[in-house]
Structures are given as C-alpha cells and as structure tokens.
C-alpha cells in the first residue's frame, strides 16, 4: 500500500501537459514548450511564458517542444519540464517523493516507454507508473470499460491519434497514428507559402484552423483575414482565406485518421463492434475539437460520433482516476 507521498497524474502532450493531482483534480495547464538560452543551454521559461517566445525570440533564445508525436525528443528538457510540474504542484520535499502516472501513447514502443520512466525518475519520483492514453481517455470519459461491452475511444492529440477498443478493462484493438492537430497546423502553414507567398507561425496557422477550420461541412461565404510576411517582398502582408480553402486543406490530414479508425474496426470482434454501433464513437483530445469532427467520423463508418464531456481534459482526468487504484497497479519502476 503507498499511504505516503502524493499521486500526480501527467498527461505529457505534444502541444500541452496537464497535471493531475489526488485530491485537488486538474492543478496544471500549459503548452509543452521550453525556451532555452542556445549559449548556455539554460532553461529561460516553461509553459505559457516559453510558448508565447514561439517566432518572436532573437537568435540566441530557442523556444521548441521536446515532445514530438507522442515522443521524447529531448530527454534532458523533458526531465526539466517534470521536475518543473512537479514541483510546482508540490513544492520541494525530503522525505515523500511523489508517485507519478504518466500517460504515453497506445503504441509507444519499450523505447520510448523507458525513456518516459526514466525521465521521471531523474525528476524525483519514488514510483512511477505508465497508462496508454486511449484507456485514460476512456476512463475520463466516464465509459465503463471494466464491463465485458465494446467501447471504442478516438483520442485526437497534438502529435498522435490514439485509436482503440476497449473491454472488460483491457483494450481489444488500437492503433497510433503520428498525426494530429499540429500536421492539421503544418498544412495551413503550407499551402498559405505556396499558394499566397505568406509565411505564417505557428500560433497564427493553429488560430486559423480554431476560427474557420471544419473537417466537413464549411460554410460557403465564411472568410477569415491573415496577416503574415510576403515571401517575395519580406513585408508584411495581408490575405483573405475562406472556410472552404481550409476545409479542402484539412481534407488530407483527416483522411488518415478516418482510415485509421476504419482499420481498427476492421480489427475488433464482431459482438464488441455490434456494442460500438449501438453505443457509437467517444471522441477525445483538442484535435477532435475541430468543427464538424464528429460528423466526418459518422459519414465515414457509419457509426454515431460524439464528443466527451470534457474532450481537452479527459486523458489527464482519466489518469486522475487510475490513481485511485494505484495500489492495484504494478510499477514500472
């Protein structure tokens, strides 16, 4: 039994981390951005603060995100960034450690898995703990997956889409895609250069998809005006896009998630996809968000589509959840 020491919950997302801690809920919302001075390798800001430098720090500021798809890519900031969360919402201590659970992707490999672990084990932590993402989605979803009935989760994230199936606690079928909100933003930002010699940052194509984005549907005479650098003058310039233009964009990176969530229907048993189609699709995460999601999914499979309660918080709530079980659970550390 651990009776000592709390249990924080940490959804590490490619665009954001939230934090969960036992007894208080949700503490800890912000961007999973780190600003680093490039002479000194010194962290200058964390979250919010490092996320608003993205494109407008001097050379010798670097503001980037060390969780790409779902994946450490700096283990060294990301250590820092726990290290951060952690003791921001518990302060320092000396003789109770904290128990992490920290969330990962359906199908991260032994690899990243590991360096998850070991990166909050450098950050302090007495126990640490992992859960697949699409099992905490569910479970922050209030979907009882504990019953021997289909559930099936589409958790639409900033780096990856996790897709899964889940029954009788465990889940059937699932599958990982690299792809989610930030490839959405990364098209914007292509087609604007190419087709209206306008470079864009990152904030500016993620607000665009946010005000006329829509996966299907769009409206005929919605516009929207953007401002950003002519790539042939270097001045500042500013264009006219419709909703239409960014749904027709947008068509290519949801294509890949509507395939995936075919794949793994394919995948499930026939008695678990007959709950699926009578109880329909959850949908999970800041990507699934976009307007008309849910009806792309239900025009694509045929299966009723709807967003959960709290789509942006539901992972990290799920983990809030499991940490109630803890003493159920094995460590992986």
């Not at 504990?146 to 559930?151: E, H, L, R, T, V």
Request: aromatic residues 6%; proline residues 5%; hydrophobic residues 40%.
């Amino acid at each position: 039994m651990f009776s000592v020491g709390k249990k924080i919950g940490i959804d590490l997302g490619t665009t954001n981390s939230l934090v969960y801690v036992e007894g208080k809920g949700i503490v800890f919302n912000e961007p999973s951005v780190v600003a680093i001075d490039k002479e000194s390798g010194k962290i200058l800001a964390i979250g919010t603060e490092a996320r608003d430098m993205l494109g407008r720090t001097p050379g010798s500021i670097s503001a980037i995100r060390p969780v790409e798809n779902g994946v450490i890519a700096d283990y060294k900031i990301v250590e820092s960034m726990l290290k951060f969360y952690v003791r921001k919402v518990y302060g320092r201590w000396i003789f109770f450690p904290p128990y992490l659970m920290i969330c990962i992707p359906t199908g991260g490999t032994s690899v990243e898995r590991r360096a998850v672990v070991n990166a909050a084990i450098q950050a302090g932590s007495k126990k640490v703990f992992l859960i697949d993402e699409s099992k905490a989605a569910a479970i922050g979803a209030n979907l009882d997956i504990a019953k021997p009935q289909g559930n099936m989760v589409v958790d639409v994230g900033g780096g990856t889409t996790d897709i899964a199936v889940l029954s009788m606690g465990d889940i059937v079928a699932a599958q990982t895609l690299r792809t989610g909100g930030n490839r959405q933003d990364q098209a914007i930002g292509r087609y604007m250069r190419k087709h209206h010699n306008l470079a864009l940052g990152e904030i500016t194509t993620e607000y665009i998809k946010t005000k006329i984005g829509y996966a299907i549907l769009p409206p005929k005479k919605e516009k929207f005006e953007v401002r950003g650098r002519d790539l042939v003058t270097g001045l500042p310039k500013r264009v006219k896009i419709s909703a239409e233009e960014i749904s027709e964009i947008l068509s290519e990176p949801l294509s890949s998630i509507v395939e995936g969530v075919k794949a793994v229907l394919e995948k499930t048993p026939p008695e678990l996809a007959a709950d699926i189609i009578e109880r329909g699709i959850i949908l999970t995460g800041g990507g699934s968000l976009l307007k008309n999601f849910p009806q792309l999914i239900e025009k694509t499979t045929g299966i009723k589509a709807q967003l959960a309660d709290d789509p942006l918080s539901c992972v990290a709530i799920g983990t809030g959840r499991a940490l109630q079980s803890i003493d159920l659970l094995k460590e992986v550390y």
